[in-house]
């Protein structure tokens, strides 16, 4: 049910089993995981657990999930479109939340705007999603400029209760967003 996608420099997959040994590439690099979860490296059974939760971020909208992003055959980050879980973030119909996540030797290149901002078209054009969201710490400024720069706006601030606080979380989190009509309008620009 889910598409194969591409933009100019990146080629994205959906995530399948065999994907496991990137996520584990990713999410033990402390860099990367800085502001996610514990702000530490994860263990492997901690990435083989948070690989089972991404293959089924689909559930229940068919065609949202995960994507693998290769420029020619190098691994460089993952991109999702995931279905809401939380009732604070709103209906589960007609809305994804946009996430990713790419090694740091990526960063600052435009792709992770590059990849988003596929997922954001794939979303509104091809799956009729009629809002997209991402959600971050509020001290995340890489991620916030690239929600920013792909046409987010700002929406609120929330606190959320976590398991182990990280260095920043006392500023809570952010969530941006986007809907098909802004995106539009943004596209014509
Ligand atoms: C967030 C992340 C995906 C950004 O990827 P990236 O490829 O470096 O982003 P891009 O190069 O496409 O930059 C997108 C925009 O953000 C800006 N930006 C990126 N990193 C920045 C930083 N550290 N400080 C300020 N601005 C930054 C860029 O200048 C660009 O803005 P512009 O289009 O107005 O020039 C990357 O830093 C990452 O994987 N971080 C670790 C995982 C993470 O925190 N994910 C988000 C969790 S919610």
Same mark, same amino acid.
């Given at each position: 049910? $889910?598409a194969?996608l591409?933009?100019?420099?990146?080629?994205?997959v959906?995530?399948t089993?065999?994907?496991l040994?990137?996520? !584990?590439?990713?999410?033990s690099?402390? *860099?990367?995981?800085?502001?996610?979860?514990?702000g530490?490296? =994860?263990?492997?059974?901690e990435? *083989?657990?948070?690989?089972?939760?991404?293959l089924?971020?689909a559930?229940?909208?068919p065609?949202l999930g995960?994507?693998?992003?290769? !420029?020619?055959?190098?691994?460089?980050?993952w991109?999702?479109l995931?279905t809401? *879980?939380?009732?604070? $973030?709103?209906?589960v119909e007609?809305?994804?939340?946009?996430?990713? =996540?790419?090694?740091?030797?990526?960063? =600052?290149r435009?792709?992770?705007? *590059?990849?988003?901002?596929?997922l954001l078209r794939?979303?509104?054009?091809d799956?009729?999603l009629?809002?997209i969201?991402?959600e971050?710490?509020?001290?995340?400024t890489?991620?916030?400029a690239t929600?920013?720069s !792909?046409?987010m706006?700002?929406?609120?601030?929330?606190?959320l209760?976590?398991?182990?606080s990280i260095?920043?979380s006392e500023?809570?989190e952010?969530?941006?967003?986007i809907t098909?009509?802004?995106?539009r309008t943004h596209?014509? =620009?």
């Open positions: 049910m $889910q194969a591409s933009s100019a420099r990146i080629t994205l959906p995530l089993e065999e994907h040994d990137y996520e !584990i590439e990713l999410d690099d402390p *860099e990367v995981m800085r502001y996610l979860g514990a530490v490296a =994860r263990s492997r059974p990435i *083989e657990e948070a690989h089972r939760r991404r089924t971020a559930t229940p909208t065609g995960y994507w693998i992003g290769f !420029i020619e055959d190098q691994f460089v980050g991109w999702t995931s809401p *879980e939380r009732p604070d $973030q709103g209906p007609g809305q994804a939340e946009l996430g990713y =996540r790419l090694l740091p030797r990526y960063w =600052r435009g792709l992770g705007g *590059e990849g988003a901002r596929e794939h979303g509104f054009v799956l009729g009629g809002r969201f991402a971050t710490m509020a001290v995340n890489a991620s916030r929600m920013a !792909i046409g706006h700002y929406v609120r601030t929330f606190y209760q976590w398991e182990h260095p920043g500023h809570g952010v969530e941006y967003a098909s009509d802004n995106w596209q014509r =620009r």
